[in-house]
């Protein structure tokens, strides 16, 4: 099982970015896939969540700002970031739940993170 996380880069305060996570190994549609990030100096946050029916959670200070989607036919999922903030710094993973969301935050298999810098 792999999942490489990519898309981050440097991105003003209000900006966006779309994260895009590619899975080998498994399929995104049949495992619950999570986000998280972990800050310099900050214990891992987890961001969202899709089960594999399509269902969605995600975290407080993420909801009306962050938008999980997948692609099946692509076996990949995505995070689009919008109105990013400095303290959205960090560097974000992609990986399998294997409780399929219905104990957050849990995270099991992840691979290579992106690093996002939102900054002026």
């Known amino acids: 099982v792999q999942l490489q996380a990519s898309g981050g880069g440097l991105v003003q305060p209000g900006g966006s970015l779309r994260l895009s996570c590619a899975a080998s190994?498994?399929?995104?549609?049949?495992?619950?896939i999570v986000w998280f990030r972990q800050a310099p100096g900050k214990e891992r946050e987890g961001i969202s969540c899709?089960?594999?029916?399509?269902?969605?959670y995600y975290g407080e200070s993420m909801k009306g700002r962050f938008t999980m989607s997948r692609d099946n036919a692509k076996n990949k999922v995505y995070l689009q970031m919008n109105s990013l903030k400095s303290e959205d710094t960090a560097v974000y993973y992609c990986?399998?739940?294997?409780?399929?969301?219905?104990?957050?935050?849990?995270?099991?298999?992840w691979g290579q993170g992106t690093q996002v810098t939102v900054s002026s």
């Open positions: 899709v089960t594999k029916n399509g269902s969605t």
């Open positions: 190994g498994l399929a995104v549609d049949y495992d619950a």
């Open positions: 990986a399998t739940d294997p409780y399929s969301c219905r104990r957050l935050w849990t995270w099991d298999y």
